[in-house]
């Protein structure tokens, strides 16, 4: 069956960095775009970042533009979130998903979703 | 302030009729998609495009869209149907994900 298995998180400092890590199974990994979404304590979802099924595009939300850098090895199956300069709003639980979808359908209205998520992995910013 | 507006609370007795809205102007052109999110647990998708359930959701839970605003309807609310929803689309620019701020149902 279908896994995404986010690793990586933790404490760290204010201005420290870390790597997150997110394995995939039981799909063709290399043919999906990947999202990261987060979720502070007590606030709703947030988007993160995408990346495209070959790499060839990525989008990142203002908030960690220029910090983040999200990446994949197709080979190895995983996705990663490169996470520098970090602050205390960074604190969330970060999941990975896949997206399906991805086209215009009969009334010209693009339909996409996250798919399959991961349980996430904490990353907690703090002194 | 986020692109995607919902109502942030909302109750309905067990077994009664519930519906959830999101409007934005983007969902002219991009369906929304709607997560279920519980206390402790990963989210999971809901309702996707025009009306499409996937595989696992239950039949009492539906979705529709009308000009900039989609809906989601629970019919015959049940105790496992409390949780946040979060719609989510595409931002002005087309190029981004945004989420709505959630909507926290009660069952009663």
């Not at chain 1, 998903?97 to 693009?110: I, K, L, P, R």
Request: charged share 20%.
């Amino acid at each position: 069956q279908v896994q995404l298995v986010e690793s990586g998180g933790g404490v760290v400092q204010p201005g420290g960095s870390l790597r997150l890590s997110c394995a995939a199974s039981g799909f063709m990994f290399s043919s999906y775009g990947m999202h990261w979404v987060r979720q502070a304590p007590g606030k709703g979802l947030e988007w993160v970042a995408f990346l495209r099924y070959d790499g060839s595009n990525k989008f990142y939300a203002d908030s960690v533009k220029d910090r983040f850098t999200i990446s994949r090895d197709n080979f190895k199956n995983t996705l990663f979130l490169q996470m520098n300069s970090l602050r205390a709003e960074d604190t969330a639980i970060y999941y990975c998903a896949n997206v399906e979808g991805n086209y215009f359908d009969s009334s010209a209205t693009y339909l996409e979703y996250f798919q399959h998520w991961g349980q996430g992995t904490l990353v907690t910013v703090s002194s | 302030s986020s692109e995607l507006t919902q109502d942030p609370d909302v109750s309905v007795a067990l077994g009664q009729t519930v519906r959830i809205t999101c409007q934005g102007d983007r969902l002219r052109s991009y369906y929304a998609s709607w997560y279920q999110v519980k206390p402790g647990q990963a989210p999971i998708c809901v309702m996707y495009g025009k009306k499409n359930r996937p595989s696992g959701i239950p039949d009492r839970i539906s979705g529709s869209t009308s000009g900039d605003t989609a809906s989601l309807t629970i019919t015959g609310a049940q105790a496992e149907d409390e949780a946040d929803y979060y719609c989510c689309s595409r931002d002005s620019s087309g190029t981004r994900v945004v989420f709505g701020g959630g909507t926290k149902v009660t069952v009663l």
